[in-house]
């Protein structure tokens, strides 16, 4: 599940967090164009999604010539948008099983598009300043031991656990439930301001416990160690009620509209075929989110330093 997960902003604004609202209406006007040498793609609004387009919408631009146009959609809806030929590819995907037995298997409107060589992963975290200062502090059970150093004006006297946003697919509130934790979850909004609130803790030094994901650029910029929760064991997180255990380690997917993959042409063939690293989609991510150069920049710094890599995957 791309728990993490859904939605960020522009700019680290652009680049936030799925947001709440259901945009699949907001289709692109070249969505499914037949005939035309568009191609649509969904938009997701974390900085790392964002870097996989910006570099597929740069190439299929500047090296096959087509228009492409993106749509900002929530995760879930993204699914629907696909399905119905409102967008024609998803390049980050995080596990989504009701929708891939729906659409995938089922009713064959989505085509998978194969690995996109970055594996997520979602957990706890706390600064390593802290980590380093209390080492027992990296096993939850040890952490009641110390909630209150995590109590902020908005966590009701007990210890906050920052997540971003609340249109997250998440399973942190079952697991303070269920791991009787003395913390309250309490949701930033976005990724954009979840990494300003955890900056701000960094800056000042501050403990902070935050529910956060890799790959992504801000363990650059503040190392951040991860909480052992109980192991992750197939189906351990079948019933969202029920959840007491870690989060899983999962290849992230891209899928296609079915119709886009059978006859995209080079732009479908190129899609599937786009495949590249953690250390390639940070690179990316950090201009963008980080040094503040416009998605188009980035992509543009990323292909002329690394066209052994991508020339592969044109058709």
Not at 172 to 183: I, P, Q, R, S, T
Not at 209 to 216: F, G, K, M, R, V
Not at 256 to 277: H, Q, S, V
Request: glycine share 6%; aromatic share 10%; net charge neutral.
């Amino acid at each position: 599940m791309r728990l993490r997960i859904t939605a960020l902003a522009a700019g680290l604004a652009l680049l936030t967090g799925c947001g709440a609202a259901d945009m699949t209406k907001q289709a692109s006007p070249f969505a499914n164009a037949q005939g035309a040498r568009t191609v649509t793609l969904s938009m997701q609004s974390w900085v790392g999604a964002q870097a996989n387009v910006a570099v597929a919408q740069y190439l299929l631009e500047h090296e096959l010539g087509y228009r492409v146009d993106t749509v900002q959609v929530d995760e879930v809806p993204a699914w629907d948008a696909l399905s119905q030929g409102r967008v024609d590819a998803i390049l980050e995907d995080w596990g989504h099983p009701e929708q891939e037995s729906r659409y995938v298997d089922d009713k064959k409107t989505i085509a998978r598009g194969g690995n996109l060589g970055v594996t997520g992963h979602i957990g706890w975290y706390v600064p390593t300043y802290l980590a380093e200062r209390h080492p027992d502090i990296t096993d939850w059970k040890n952490l009641n031991k110390y909630a209150s150093l995590f109590r902020t004006a908005e966590s009701g006297g007990k210890g906050q656990l920052l997540d971003g946003s609340p249109s997250y697919v998440t399973n942190d509130k079952a697991l303070v439930k269920n791991l009787k934790l003395d913390y309250q979850v309490v949701f930033a909004g976005s990724e954009a301001a979840q990494i300003t609130q955890i900056r701000q803790f960094a800056k000042e030094k501050k403990p902070f416990l935050t529910y956060w994901y890799a790959p992504q650029w801000l363990f650059e910029k503040v190392p951040m160690t991860e909480v052992k929760l109980p192991p992750h064991k197939e189906g351990c997180d079948a019933d969202p009620e029920k959840v007491a255990c870690a989060y899983p380690h999962t290849p992230l997917e891209k899928y296609l509209n079915a119709d886009f993959a059978r006859t995209g042409g080079k732009a479908a063939a190129f899609l599937k075929k786009f495949r590249w690293t953690t250390d390639d989609q940070n690179e990316v991510s950090l201009m963008i989110a980080d040094q503040k150069l416009t998605p188009e920049e980035a992509a543009k710094k990323w292909v002329d330093s690394h066209a052994s890599t991508w020339r592969a995957w044109l058709p």
